[in-house]
């Protein structure tokens, strides 16, 4: 069934890829975006659709529009954009939940939360299942990003609990792809532009703190599917892709997939960066039936290939 589907933050990256998705199942989208850091270009496609309608707004700000679904995805991800106002992330985190609970409250219509790996800081546990409590320091240049999910996933259980509200709340681990803003300062847009540009390579400290890159399609089948999934007490679902890679190796792998000549240059590692990350995603393979589809080779191929031809 047709459903008006709201979607914040349905510029940026991921959003971009889910009003794709979500209008190509046949329904209807309003996306709502402030671009802080997301782009009328990723939309633009869908500007002439009638099922398509974008407002600028800021989800600091209440919202009143009437639909049927609410995916929250508005808030800067990368740790670059994010730390340049931090104050306002927060806000965006915490305001931005509040806005949308409201919404869906007063609607009575389901709503997911983006949340992020970031909840787990730096882990102590490997790797993250969902009932990891996390390793986040409160004070940190990382915090404004990382509690700000928390506090919006502690409103999310609280909404459920104290009003009834039908909540799914994804945390989403690195994802990469098209799109990606060729200055988002993220470890695989930075790499492949660098690699393209034959700049050197800038591994922080040696290079052998993991991450788990998912291919933005496989993350957006994972939101899609927790969000229609029937189990209204499913808690947190990690969604990402648990094959980790270490950034040595990753800078190798686009070095040599791009044929570039740039050289690996080391650089300070910025601080409180996690030393490893890797999803369980047993959860999601159980109550979802979602894994990822796409290896890292793959994926890479496609967002090389996307900011060959990026005009
Ligand atoms: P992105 O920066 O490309 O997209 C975020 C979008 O939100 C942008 O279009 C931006 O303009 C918009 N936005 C920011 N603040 C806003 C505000 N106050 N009001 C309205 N719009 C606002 O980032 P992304 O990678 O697409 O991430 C999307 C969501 O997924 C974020 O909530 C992020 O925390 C979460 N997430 C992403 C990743 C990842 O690896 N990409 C990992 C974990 C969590
Ligand atoms: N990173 C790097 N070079 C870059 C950008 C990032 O070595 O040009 C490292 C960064 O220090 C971190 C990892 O790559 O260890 C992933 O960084 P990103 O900002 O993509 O995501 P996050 O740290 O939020 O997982």
């Known amino acids: 069934?047709?459903?008006?589907?709201?979607?914040?933050g349905g510029a940026g990256f991921i959003g971009s890829h889910l009003c794709d998705?979500?209008?190509?199942?046949?329904?209807?989208?309003?996306?709502?975006?402030?671009?802080?850091?997301?782009?009328?270009?990723?939309?633009?496609?869908?500007?002439?659709?009638?099922?398509?309608?974008?407002?600028?707004?800021?989800?600091?700000?209440?919202?009143?529009?009437?639909?049927?679904?609410?995916?929250?995805?508005?808030?800067?991800?990368?740790?670059?954009?994010?730390?340049?106002?931090?104050?306002?992330?927060?806000?965006?985190?915490?305001?931005?939940?509040?806005?949308?609970?409201?919404?869906?409250?007063?609607?009575?219509?389901?709503?997911?939360?983006?949340?992020?790996?970031?909840v787990y800081g730096d882990p102590a546990e490997h790797p993250q299942p969902e009932n990891y409590a996390g390793n986040v320091n409160v004070t940190g240049p990382r915090a404004c990003y990382d509690e700000g999910k928390r506090c919006a996933e502690t409103l999310f259980y609280d909404y459920r609990r104290q009003h009834g509200l039908s909540i799914r709340v994804a945390r989403i681990f690195n994802t990469y792809g098209p799109r990606m803003l060729a200055d988002d300062g993220r470890v695989v847009s930075n790499f492949i532009v660098q690699a393209l540009g034959g700049r050197p390579i800038t591994i922080y400290g040696d290079g052998t703190q993991t991450r788990s890159f998912c291919y933005v399609d496989d993350l957006v089948s994972g939101l899609i599917a927790l969000m229609e999934c029937s189990d209204d007490a499913i808690g947190p679902v990690n969604l990402g892709n648990p094959n980790e890679t270490d950034i040595a190796t990753l800078a190798r792998t686009i070095v040599e997939m791009t044929e570039s000549r740039s050289d690996i240059e080391n650089a300070a590692l910025p601080e409180d960066d996690p030393v490893r990350r890797c999803p369980d995603i047993t959860l999601a393979i159980q109550r979802l039936g979602w894994r990822p589809g796409i290896d890292l080779r793959t994926g890479l191929g496609k967002a090389i290939e996307a900011f060959r031809t990026a005009k």
Not at 1 to 8: C, E, F, W
């Open 1 to 8: 069934m047709s459903k008006r589907i709201l979607v914040t």
């Open 21 to 118: 998705r979500l209008l190509a199942l046949g329904h209807e989208v309003l996306c709502v975006d402030n671009y802080f850091t997301g782009r009328r270009a990723n939309i633009a496609p869908h500007l002439a659709d009638p099922a398509f309608e974008v407002l600028r707004r800021d989800v600091c700000d209440p919202l009143h529009v009437e639909v049927d679904e609410i995916y929250n995805l508005a808030c800067p991800a990368s740790p670059v954009h994010y730390q340049v106002d931090p104050v306002q992330t927060t806000r965006t985190s915490v305001l931005g939940a509040l806005n949308v609970l409201e919404l869906a409250d007063r609607l009575k219509v389901r709503v997911l939360q983006a949340s992020t790996s970031e």
